[in-house]
């Protein structure tokens, strides 16, 4: 899944493609929205909250699309033809004189009013990317339930928004815990800390092509634990540990990180390519 720096980045991509120019072409391929038609309509902005993308339009309509794990907009010139897949797998096509925006594969697509996004993205927390980043908030509502697993938490956008598998296993490693610690049982000022890092690797990565979260600058080691099952520790050399886990993996270094681990490890027996 997307992390909200890779979804803001599909936010500006849009907005400098879209935004202020009059839709020549609209097409949204999904049984509910298949007749609304949004040509002569000038679109407004487009924006990422969290993990989601709201793209604005005028007339008081918004369209909400989400990524989960294989979606993803494309942008080209007007008439050249798309390539970010096979056309049957285009959702929506919004077009203008200059450029065209395809929606590929999107699991979440519909039109709702603008007065009426808040029921769609407001249950929300704290955008790490977004204008109502609150450091206080985000921490508070991290450590809410002492009893869940850290990498639950951090996962659950209702606390903190944009945060998905990478930044999980990279803070609990930057933490120096492992996910499935309870958030009780965090030192004190941890959850501050963790909200204050997430924010400030996600404001470094946002304008990037490569994600990183390490300090060295040696190839192929942008990351310290996502990735690199079985490859050394960049602290401590030892081999990083993997485990798939309710559909989403984890990675966890067992001689930086302190707490419980799964009983099921997947580490391959080979190490992951860099």
Known sequence: MPEGDTVWQAARRLHIALAGRVLTRSDLRVPRFATADLTGRTVLDVTARGKHLLTRIEGGLTLHSHLRMDGAWRVYATGRHPRGGPDHQIRAV????EWTAYGYRLPVLELIRTAEESGTVGHLGPDLLGPDWDPAEAARRLGADPARPLGEALLDQRNLAGIGNVYKSELAFLAGVTPWLPVGELAPGTPERLAATA????EANKDHPERRTTTTRR??????????????????GTPIRKAELDDRVTYWCPGCQHGPTTESPTTPATPEAP
């Open 94 to 97: 919004l077009g203008n004189a």
């Open 219 to 236: 190839p192929g080691t942008p990351l310290y634990v996502y990735g690199r099952a079985g490859r050394p520790c960049l602290r401590c």
């Open 199 to 202: 924010h400030r690797l996600l």
